[in-house]
T-cell receptor, first 112, second 112 residues
């Protein structure tokens, strides 16, 4: 399968714990995006990488969130001190410049 | 006013019906438009990608863009139960990250 791959698919964590998600984009895509989707809403942009550089972050991305893309390949999204409001589907997408974006299956986070 | 507005439905139709899904957008600078299909608990899957005004057809699906009225449509002919999903319209913000701006999504159920 050469699509966007996200792991884990589902994560249940206790409030206050840290979690980390991984995204492997389509190999020739230099752009990688993280979005968050809550029930009944469309995905909302969180952050974006072009190669290894993180070029834009949404105001939705609080200080508890950090994302990396070492070597411009896979990316990780870490949430520290999780809160119940962080419960959502976290989606990763990748594309080439001015081309359509392809999404992974998402990581569903449940904070209890 | 949100940049992309979409009636969340839900929309329920009998099998074989023609389905019309619609979005409006506010920024005349938007140029590319996409329709994604999202099955429950899955990531969005790209269905159609259009640039500029006019129609684009792919099998039972037709995407239509009317830039004069800032109106985007997706038509599904001979709808099938397997078309039951949430349909999201999206457009990339021009320049910079080209992050996608999504509508809320319309939940469609096709009844056999």
């Amino acid at each position: 399968d050469t699509g966007v791959s996200q792991n884990p698919r589902h994560k249940i964590t206790k409030r206050g714990q840290n979690v980390t998600f991984r995204c492997d984009p389509i190999s020739e895509h230099n752009r990688l995006y993280w979005y968050r989707q809550t029930l009944g809403q469309g995905p909302e942009f969180l952050t974006y990488f072009q190669n290894e550089a993180q070029l834009e972050k949404s105001r939705l991305l609080s200080d508890r969130f950090s994302a990396e893309r070492p070597k411009g390949s896979f990316s990780t999204l870490e949430i520290q001190r999780t809160e119940q409001g962080d419960s959502a589907m976290y989606l990763c997408a990748s594309n080439r410049v001015e081309a359509e974006a392809f999404f992974g299956q998402g990581t569903r986070l449940t904070v209890v | 006013q949100k940049e992309v507005e979409q009636d969340p439905g839900p929309l329920s139709v009998p099998e074989g019906a023609i389905v019309s899904l619609n979005c409006t957008y506010s920024n005349s600078a938007f140029q590319y438009f996409m329709w994604y299909r999202q099955y429950s608990r899955k990531g969005p899957e790209l269905l159609m990608y259009t640039y500029s005004s006019g129609n684009k057809e792919d099998g039972r699906f037709t995407a239509q863009v009317d830039k004069s009225s800032k109106y985007i449509s997706l038509f599904i002919r001979d709808s099938q139960p397997s078309d039951s999903a949430t349909y999201l319209c999206a457009t990339p913000e021009k320049g910079g990250s080209e992050k996608l701006v999504f509508g809320k999504g319309t939940k469609l159920t096709v009844n056999p």
